[in-house]
């Protein structure tokens, strides 16, 4: 019967075995997670957790008692430390050794951390875990002032966050504009007005040199004053164990379009991987997002039952700031023209616009504020390769089901 180790207990891991189960896989699984906390979602971490809208028992995937009621081992707060793979082995961190059939990586990511004077403040934050978040909130509050290094979407979010709670947030980005790497500069504009008139100081072009026991200190010599100091540019992949144990690794764990490593007995699924994406041409990429871990947890799963594989699907993210809803699918490589429908100049009530990415007459990317129909249909063309009239797309008394039409 064949024995399923999963190392990496977050969303992707915790999925992938109850998705095991699902799929009629009877034999022994273990999961396997470094927190001490059960498989838990961590996008809330930055908004509705940190805002104190949700508690722990909401945050997790399912309830404690899922997995002993179907048969997996759950252990958490346990450290794997080495796979060999020609004895289908991993150690762990307490002395334990556990054989596997099929074992499935879902080992996440890890803040990049910048090497200046400073880094390695004790008080410094990061927001990648409970306990990241748990500090953080402590952070925040009336009267108090947060500087956050980088402005990608955790940034943002934390800056929202923050502003909910009563304390003063700044951005520190150093490239030109917040979002550079993952948005357009139509949203990058959009969010940075609607961040500035919610009291929020987003500086761009500020390169950070070194963490003071003041706050953060800029190259043009300025000091940016702050009681807490949040750096979020960016995550690596967590694959020192897939590289010792001798797995092909580049910018993650490099698998197949089903999930599989460089060895057959070896899967990987989330954050951790270098990805083929079948609907942008099989080009790899390396998605941080819940939709791409649940999709691998698909692959990964059916694989090892044997069930066919799951049809391909459209990447898509998300993002909320404020009463703002940002909506993202596709990945916008390869585009060579943009068609905005809505007026993104509408920053405070009723802001609803749609940024999409085209190559010729096909939608890539489709970045929708406020905007599900938009983000919805987008989604589909992108997966259909559905031809668009640029013209109608722009027109908002066309519907997109019209749209969508041809």
């Not at 080495?82 to 596997?100: M, N």
């Not at 879902?106 to 200046?116: D, E, N, P, Q």
């Not at 004077?117 to 410094?124: E, N, Q, T």
Request: net charge negative; aromatic share 4%; with cysteine.
């Amino acid at each position: 019967m064949t024995r399923v180790v999963i190392i990496g207990a977050g969303h992707a891991g915790g999925t992938a075995a109850a998705l095991l189960r699902q799929y009629g896989h009877e034999g022994p699984i273990l999961l396997v997670g470094e927190e001490p906390a059960p498989p838990y979602q961590r996008p809330p971490l930055s908004k509705a957790w940190l805002k104190g809208e949700v508690d722990l028992e909401a945050l997790l995937l399912r309830p404690e008692v899922f997995y002993a009621e179907h048969d997996i081992d759950l252990r958490t707060g346990v450290t794997a430390t080495a796979i060999d793979a020609g004895a289908r082995t991993v150690a762990f961190a307490d002395g334990t050794v556990e054989s596997y059939d099929a074992l499935i990586l879902a080992t996440g990511s890890t803040a990049r951390r910048l090497t200046i004077p400073g880094a390695d403040r004790p008080g410094l934050l990061e927001l990648r875990t409970l306990a990241d978040a748990g500090r953080l909130k402590a952070a925040l509050g009336p009267g108090r002032r947060l500087a956050i290094v980088g402005g990608g979407y955790v940034g943002l979010e934390a800056a929202a966050s923050a502003r909910a709670l009563g304390a003063e947030a700044v951005v520190i980005e150093r490239m030109d504009r917040v979002l550079a790497r993952v948005a357009s500069e139509t949203l990058s504009a959009f969010f940075t007005a609607r961040h500035r008139s919610e009291g929020v100081e987003v500086l761009t072009g500020a390169e950070v040199t070194a963490f003071e026991e003041a706050g953060v200190r800029l190259a043009d010599g300025r000091l940016i004053e702050a009681d807490s100091v949040l750096v979020g540019v960016g995550a690596l992949a967590n694959d020192a164990l897939a590289r010792a144990a001798g797995l092909t690794c580049e910018n993650g764990v490099v698998v197949d379009e089903n999930a599989r490593t460089s060895d057959p007995a070896i899967w990987a699924i989330g954050d951790t991987t270098f990805r083929p994406v079948s609907v942008h041409g099989g080009r790899r990429h390396r998605l941080e997002s819940v939709p791409n871990a649940l999709e691998q947890a698909k692959q990964a799963a059916s694989a090892i039952v044997g069930r066919v594989a799951p049809t391909p699907e459209v990447p898509w993210f998300w993002s909320d700031q404020y009463d703002l809803k940002l909506q993202i699918a596709g990945l916008p490589d390869g585009a060579d023209r943009q068609v905005v429908r809505g007026d993104p100049g509408v920053i405070g009530e009723g802001a609803s616009f749609a940024v999409f990415h085209l190559q010729g007459d096909r939608i890539l990317c489709a970045e929708a504020v406020n905007a599900p129909a938009e983000f919805m249909a987008g989604r589909m063309m992108i997966g259909r390769a559905t031809p668009v009239d640029a013209a109608k797309l722009a027109d908002l008394s066309v519907s997109m089901k019209l749209v969508a039409a041809g």
